[in-house]
């Protein structure tokens, strides 16, 4: 009896360890595999490195040979949405001070001024302006982590 | 030894540094602006913040946001490039307070040689001719005047917090005096913040030569002998060669001890260059000091064999320089050409766009330093140069062949560029038997086209 083709779906475990396997024979970071409406993601590494950016600009970078070293994918904005971009460099807080709470949560209804979240730079805390109208559905970073500028920090359902 | 190190500076210097961390085994933090992302340099440092916009001011500029990226990096030092912050004595303190290693000399020996006039000053204490000029800066009118008949015309009115060829004016007689003075005032205030003014001998065709030298923060002082930068349009260097080719070698040597003594007295370390002019019978003259590496840097790596990035970077973390000034030695010639992305036929009109095509050459002695690629977008943001050709060869002749076969093969589609201009220059005779001089290229070689 022919042997049925074998299954090659991305959850496949044995098809999960020669992804790492190549990562690490390749060095690769990271990997980021669709088929249809599933996808996986493998990050290798234990620091917390900054996701390289979904490259905006009409400026193609030449055809690196080899594998699919994808951005991570940013959340899109996209007709319902708006992205609270980070405006500047340093590190995210998400509440005021330690002993306070959290500036927003998931459901917050957000105006314009209203302060989101704290990026400290230098020593200097700046209060960042959600700048638009809606409702926060995600929050894409964790307090005390590094966010550089355009870094997406929040998902906001436009009202 | 560092772990990490922060490049504040884009393009072609930081592919450049960082190659050199890389083969040093020490991580890089990458910062690009807006106008910068998806530059594949980037990818080759372990890790890399957006800093802002497109322009300058908004991004390679902003200390704050250079500092903060080297805290959330963790870098535990900074090498600024050239340009930028390289000579910002404020940023090298601001590094300094918040105990990151700026890769470069101290903010004091920053400051005061940043100060043209100071510089001049601490040329003349350390028995480094200067041309022949006022004292101090023009104050007086009358005082000018008599200054200006002991220096003797033609005069050159320079501003003391110049550079790049601003606030300069050339007066050719006493009635062009005063003129020039309120001229080169008013340009030097717009251009820097600060509209004082000195007078010097203006040299007839001069030329150009440098000396790269390297301290170490525990007292010892190199040179890595002298560079030519003659070939320049509107004081911009287009062409650079080591060693200089028309200096008689006690000159040579002579220059680059003046160069020695100068570092010395400023109390500097780390990388710099000391700038001199030189007129036709071999008389030097110290002009300024660029208290940073500088772009042409390659040439003077190709005949001392020294990397002078990592030298930087070892000097910086507190090693003793390895080598001694009998160990350096100045082997063959090498020359640069700046190719830039400007259009020669339309007055060198910068050129951005996309590069479709790029044909990089190469070959014996042929060295290419370049961030651009296929595809790469060549912006108006920022300066124009788009990569550097060097060539090392025994003998000038051999140089200046080699040099330009790899411009020829060199083939960028998408943009016009400098590099068939340049091959032009190199076949002149003017060039090749060393008539040349800083104005050369403006007065003789565009003129007769």
């Known amino acids: 009896m022919a042997k049925a083709k074998e299954e090659t779906s991305v959850f496949d475990v044995n098809k999960v360890r020669e992804l790492i396997e190549l990562m690490e024979e390749h060095d690769l970071n990271e990997v980021d595999l669709k088929q249809s409406d599933q996808r996986i993601r493998l990050r290798r590494g234990g620091e917390m490195t900054v996701a390289p950016p979904v490259v905006r600009t009409a400026a193609p970078v030449s055809p690196t040979p080899a594998a699919p070293a994808a951005a991570a994918p940013a959340p899109a904005a996209d007709d319902n949405h708006d992205l609270i971009l980070s405006p500047t460099i340093g590190t995210y807080y998400s509440r005021p001070k330690p002993t306070a709470k959290d500036f927003v949560k998931v459901g917050d209804k957000v105006t314009p001024d209203t302060i989101v979240c704290l990026v400290e730079a230098m020593k200097m805390f700046n209060e960042i302006p959600a700048g638009v109208s809606g409702t926060i559905v995600e929050i894409l970073v964790n307090s005390e982590d590094a966010v550089h500028v355009d870094m997406p920090l929040f998902r906001i359902s436009k009202n | 030894m560092y772990n990490r190190i922060l490049i504040a500076n884009r393009g072609e210097i930081a592919l450049r540094i960082i190659r050199a961390c890389k083969e040093m085994g020490i991580e890089t933090v990458a910062v690009y602006s807006r106008a910068d992302k998806g530059s594949a340099y980037l990818d080759l440092a372990d890790q890399a913040f957006c800093i802002g916009g497109e322009r300058a001011s908004d991004s390679y500029l902003k200390i704050d946001r250079i500092i903060s990226a080297a805290e959330i990096g963790n870098a535990e030092a900074i090498h600024p490039g050239f340009g930028f912050l390289s000579e910002n004595a404020q940023f090298n303190e601001v590094c300094r307070d918040c105990n990151i290693d700026f890769i470069g000399p101290s903010p004091e020996a920053m400051q005061m040689l940043g100060d043209k006039n100071t510089a001049r000053s601490l040329a003349r204490k350390a028995d480094v001719p200067v041309v022949p000029g006022s004292v101090g800066l023009v104050t007086d009118a009358d005082q000018a005047v008599k200054d200006a008949r002991e220096i003797g015309y033609p005069i050159l009115v320079k501003a003391t917090a110049g550079g790049g060829g601003k606030g300069m004016r050339v007066a050719e007689n006493e009635a062009d005096l005063k003129n020039a003075v309120e001229q080169a005032a008013q340009e030097a205030q717009a251009a820097f913040g600060n509209g004082g003014v000195y007078l010097e001998k203006f040299i007839n065709r001069p030329r150009h030569v440098e000396v790269q030298v390297l301290a170490d923060q525990h007292g010892n002082v190199v040179h890595l002998w002298e560079r030519d930068c003659s070939t320049q349009r509107r004081h911009q260097k287009l062409i650079e060669e080591s060693p200089a080719p028309t200096l008689p070698p006690e000159k040579r040597e002579e220059i680059c001890a003046a160069a020695v003594r100068m570092v010395k007295a400023a109390d500097y370390s780390n990388a710099g260059t000391v700038e001199f002019i030189v007129d036709k019978d071999h008389n030097f003259y110290f002009i300024e000091v660029n208290a940073r590496i500088q772009v042409e840097h390659p040439v003077?790596?190709?005949?001392?064999?020294?990397?002078?990035?990592?030298?930087?970077?070892?000097?910086?973390?507190?090693?003793?320089?390895?080598?001694?000034?009998?160990?350096?030695?100045?082997?063959?010639?090498?020359?640069?050409?700046?190719?830039?992305?400007?259009?020669?036929?339309?007055?060198?009109?910068?050129?951005?766009?996309?590069?479709?095509?790029?044909?990089?050459?190469?070959?014996?002695?042929?060295?290419?330093?370049?961030?651009?690629?296929?595809?790469?977008?060549?912006?108006?943001?920022?300066?124009?140069?788009?990569?550097?050709?060097?060539?090392?060869?025994?003998?000038?002749?051999?140089?200046?062949?080699?040099?330009?076969?790899?411009?020829?093969?060199?083939?960028?589609?998408?943009?016009?560029?400098?590099?068939?201009?340049?091959?032009?220059?190199?076949?002149?005779?003017?060039?090749?038997?060393?008539?040349?001089?800083?104005?050369?290229?403006?007065?003789?070689?565009?003129?007769?086209?």
Not at chain 2, 307 to 333: M, P, Y
Not at chain 2, 367 to 381: D, I, Q
Not at chain 2, 420 to 444: A, G, H, S
Request: glycine letters at 6%; one cysteine or more.
């Open chain 2, 300 to 449: 003077s790596e190709m005949v001392t064999g020294i990397d002078l990035i990592q030298q930087q970077i070892r000097v910086a973390a507190g090693e003793k320089l390895a080598f001694s000034q009998a160990d350096i030695q100045c082997k063959g010639v090498a020359m640069e050409c700046r190719i830039n992305a400007e259009d020669p036929d339309k007055n060198f009109q910068p050129c951005p766009g996309v590069i479709k095509q790029i044909h990089i050459p190469g070959g014996m002695g042929v060295r290419w330093e370049s961030h651009v690629h296929a595809g790469y977008s060549v912006l108006p943001y920022y300066d124009s140069m788009i990569g550097k050709l060097i060539v090392y060869q025994p003998t000038r002749t051999q140089a200046i062949a080699t040099m330009i076969r790899s411009l020829k093969e060199l083939r960028i589609e998408g943009i016009k560029t400098t590099a068939d201009f340049l091959v032009k220059v190199l076949q002149c005779e003017d060039f090749k038997n060393n008539k040349i001089d800083t104005k050369w290229v403006e007065r003789d070689f565009l003129s007769q086209k």
